[in-house]
């Protein structure tokens, strides 16, 4: 339904996914990258600066189970914990991939060094969206939602800290569980998707 609503992910598109720690955003990376080396065959390159390729492949596990068709999809995972642009564009160089995930833009460093990371997050941003248009391929990039409470998250102040992540993202998408506050240990998550920016279409909630 996610794919459906947005017509895709354009090739040359910056996407954001954002919530709050544990708020499933790794879940659905990963889900959407399965979906796309899987269901359309294309070859997907994830950068992992938080989780080991272990870790990664731990979580496939529990999505798919003991599908040994998993191991032989184009999925290519670093977990190498210090990315800057610069690497990723030469990864993609490599790789050659159709989609790029990067988890998350918190840990990846700046090209050029800044005294305040707001600066540092602006230059990443900015060279990211770069790197999705000269390669023509969409980058989705994950980041975590700071404040407290659990207000349902919405632009622009969710993202106030973040640099220049809402003007550069093509499409913003918050996920949010209004039953986090009150019980965060749960089996089962019920998540809303909040599409609040969206260049080519309509905004929505899933």
């Known amino acids: 339904n996610l794919y459906d609503k947005l017509n895709g992910f354009h090739p040359g598109g910056l996407y954001c996914i954002a919530s709050r720690p544990g708020g499933c955003k790794t879940s659905l990376m990963l889900n959407i990258a399965l979906d796309y080396a899987k269901k359309f065959n294309k070859k997907v390159l994830i950068?992992?600066?938080?989780m080991s390729k272990r870790?990664?492949?731990y979580r496939i596990y529990h999505i798919y189970g003991e599908d040994q068709n998993i191991m032989k999809l184009p999925i290519y995972i670093?977990?190498?914990s210090l990315v800057t642009p610069n690497k990723v564009k030469e990864k993609i160089?490599?790789?050659k991939p159709d989609i790029v995930f990067i988890d998350s833009l918190e840990l990846l460093e700046a090209?050029?060094?800044s005294s305040a990371r707001v600066f540092e997050i602006t230059e990443i941003c900015y060279s990211l969206k770069r790197i999705a248009k000269s390669a023509n391929i969409p980058v989705v990039i994950l980041s975590q939602l700071g404040g407290r409470g659990n207000d349902r998250p919405k632009l622009p102040d969710a993202l106030r800290h973040k640099g220049s992540i809402e003007q550069d993202c093509d499409v913003i998408m918050f996920l949010?569980?209004?039953d986090y506050a009150s019980s965060p240990h749960r089996d089962f998550?019920?998540?809303e998707i909040i599409?609040?920016?969206n260049r080519w279409g309509e905004t929505f909630t899933l």
Not at 47 to 50: A, K, R
């Open 47 to 50: 950068f992992s600066l938080e």
């Open 93 to 95: 160089d490599v790789v």
């Open 176 to 178: 949010y569980d209004s």
């Open 55 to 57: 870790e990664i492949g």
């Open 111 to 113: 090209d050029t060094r």
């Open 189 to 191: 998550f019920d998540i």
């Open 78 to 80: 670093d977990d190498d």
């Open 195 to 197: 599409v609040a920016k």
